[in-house]
């Protein structure tokens, strides 16, 4: 038998006998194969093997670029397919970006090894995820269908009681954490805490008013993302150019001419989609039916910014006495300035943060484009901005169906609620609406 040989080291072994890597992991067989096979290692120059040709700079920006314009036009046709089959669709878009998004940006701050080591942080992470998402949209189904909602003997109890069961769950994965924390892993542990919950608020729950934005109208959804990405591209055209004045250094490529350039691009854009879509009931309505689609359209009493006023110009103009426009013409230029001025330092905080991990994408999730993430980093910003300006100067509040019931189920009693049920039958009942056989169980003393 041959004896074991003694003082022997391999270079891709450690003391366990294991292959590592250099930040601790196991490699697998294919990190030590390309390893072993760069240029002048001794596997490739001692077996007399040919070496492949390197590829040149050339190829591969040009097989990224056609990878690039190929995923592009993908997404395209994704995005417009999901729209005009219905809002339900896009929400399950949004739903989908909220998820990959969330898992790319905890990716960043993991540490394999540490986390191997402690049994319930991949579990947590996700734990929080579900919580809040129960939370967020269960806030958004009992906001916008209260008539259906309420009145469902089973989910009656879900609704009534939504905040105290969401804080319930984020009690339970609260406790939990502290009777996981492990002597000598407490820096980890915690950091993982904050940065899971740094990126359940910069993604999930502005994700969630993009999806709100569904909810009001299809136009608060599709005219905030387009706006995005026709400044993009408007910058980038411009940068390349015209381009001379470096914008900000986390972004080098970034010029000030590019900048400006594309918000006045923007503007014309917004202007002109606003119009266009302004024609249709299915952008402009508000969600009634999420079977709705861009053939069966929706039916609705439009916005007032969307009707057209006459306005009386003074008396000295030379041109004309009036014009006439939507008022939502006007509010489109804050929601172009918004997307150009303000929406890039999303994509700018992006950039910081891969500069502090020393990373290029969040991802691999797109190919030739990187991750989710690296491709939303301006939406979740836009979108939520787009909420908060709907509801502020916007929004109509009347009095809702939904509304209604939810006043009638949690501050009436039940003989309360039988005598507005009386009531209400007997007015339909005296204006012709529906018939004495209808409304005769009511109608009784």
């Known amino acids: 038998m041959a004896k074991p040989r003694r003082g022997i080291k391999f270079n891709h072994r450690n003391g366990n006998g294991y292959s590592s890597s250099v930040d601790g992991r196991r490699s697998s067989f294919s990190d030590i194969s390309e390893a072993a096979s760069q ?45 005009f089959m ?4 896009i929400i399950a878009v949004v739903t989908a970006v909220q998820i990959v998004s969330f898992k790319e940006v905890i990716a960043i701050a993991n540490v394999p090894s540490r986390a191997r080591r402690l049994r319930f942080t991949k579990s947590l992470n996700w734990y929080w995820l579900a919580t809040t998402m129960y939370f967020l949209y269960g806030e958004s189904v009992i906001y916008y269908f209260k008539h259906i909602v309420l009145v469902d003997k089973v989910l009656l109890p879900f609704a009534t009681h939504h905040r105290f069961i969401s804080f319930m769950l984020y009690v339970i994965g609260f406790v939990f954490f502290v009777a996981s924390l492990q002597a000598g ?11 899971t919950h740094m990126a359940l608020y910069l993604i999930v729950v502005q994700a969630h008013f993009i999806m ?44 000030v001419e590019g900048f400006v350039g594309a918000w006045f691009l923007t503007v014309i854009f917004g202007v002109g989609m606003t119009n266009v879509l302004m024609r249709y009931k299915y952008f402009i309505c508000p ?38 426009m939507a008022p939502m013409q006007v509010h489109i230029l804050v929601f172009a300035t ?18 502090t991990f020393k990373i290029k994408d969040f991802g691999d999730s797109i190919p030739g484009h990187g991750g989710i993430t690296d491709r939303m980093d301006c939406q979740f910003i836009m979108g939520f901005f787009a909420y908060m300006y709907y509801h502020s100067f916007i929004a109509v509040y009347k009095v809702s169906l939904g509304g209604v019931i939810e006043t009638a189920i949690t501050g009436l009693t039940p003989e309360e609620q039988m005598e507005l049920v009386k009531g209400i039958s007997k007015h339909l009942y005296n204006q012709g609406v529906i018939a004495e056989g209808v409304g005769y169980p009511f109608l009784s003393p």
């Open 39 to 83: 240029p002048g290692s001794p596997t490739t120059a001692g077996n007399g093997a040919e070496q492949l040709p390197e590829v040149s700079e050339y190829e591969k920006k040009k097989q990224t670029f056609i990878t690039r314009s190929i995923w592009t036009f993908v997404m395209i046709g994704a995005f417009f397919g999901a729209m």
């Open 212 to 255: 709100n934005n569904v909810f009001e109208g299809m136009i608060w959804f599709f005219l905030p993302v387009s706006l995005v990405i026709c400044n993009d591209i408007f910058a980038y055209i411009c940068g390349i150019t015209f381009g001379r004045t470096q914008l900000i250094k986390l972004s080098p490529k970034k010029t």
């Open 338 to 355: 918004f997307a150009s001025l303000i929406a890039p330092f999303g994509g700018f905080f992006a950039s910081g943060l891969k500069r």
């Open 185 to 195: 892993h407490y820096r980890f542990q915690f950091t993982q805490f904050a940065w």
């Open 86 to 89: 219905g809002h339900i669709y």
């Open 287 to 324: 969600v009634n039916d999420l079977g709705a689609n861009i053939w069966t359209s929706l039916q609705c009493t439009p916005n007032p910014v969307f009707i057209a006023h006459t306005y009386n110009l003074p008396i000295w103009f030379p041109f004309a006495k009036s014009f006439s």
